[in-house]
């Protein structure tokens, strides 16, 4: 990827985070957070991965969708882009595996614990290397 093309993605995410935090109509846009945007060598299409805090995914999507049109003028002025790639929406569900990814990390650590309760009740000696 060349360095032109990372640097309208990190300027796509900059502007497309102030547009939905300031003007943005809907409610639930104003929630949603860009995580990451990734634009095609041909520049046909950028997907932009979002999450948000609370709330249903759908309403998310939805609101996303109904207002593409508006986002994509407002990038283009922004950006002052030639041409501008259509946009793809994608939840970014990386924060979910990394919470689910936390949860069983101490799960497992629980479950040496109560291991080593039980080999203390029962006065087994953990070996020795």
């Given at each position: ?8 993605e990190s ?25 990451e ?22 309403n ?32 970014d569900?990386s ?7 936390n949860d069983l990390i101490?799960g497992?650590?629980e ?11 029962l006065?087994?000696?953990e070996?020795?290397?």
């Amino acid at each position: 990827m060349g360095l032109s093309l990372q640097r309208l993605e990190s300027n796509a995410l900059r502007e497309l985070s102030i547009i939905l935090r300031q003007d943005a109509k809907n409610k639930h846009l104003s929630s949603v957070t860009v995580t990451e945007v990734r634009i095609t060598n041909d520049l046909s299409f950028m997907t932009i991965y979002y999450t948000f805090y609370q709330g249903k995914e759908e309403n998310y999507q939805k609101a996303l969708e109904d207002c593409k049109g508006y986002l994509r003028s407002q990038l283009a002025k922004k950006l002052k882009a030639r041409k501008m790639p259509e946009l793809i929406f994608k939840r970014d569900t990386s924060l979910d595996y990394g919470n689910h990814i936390n949860d069983l990390i101490l799960g497992i650590h629980e479950h040496d614990k109560e291991i080593k309760a039980n080999q203390e009740a029962l006065g087994i000696k953990e070996e020795e290397n």
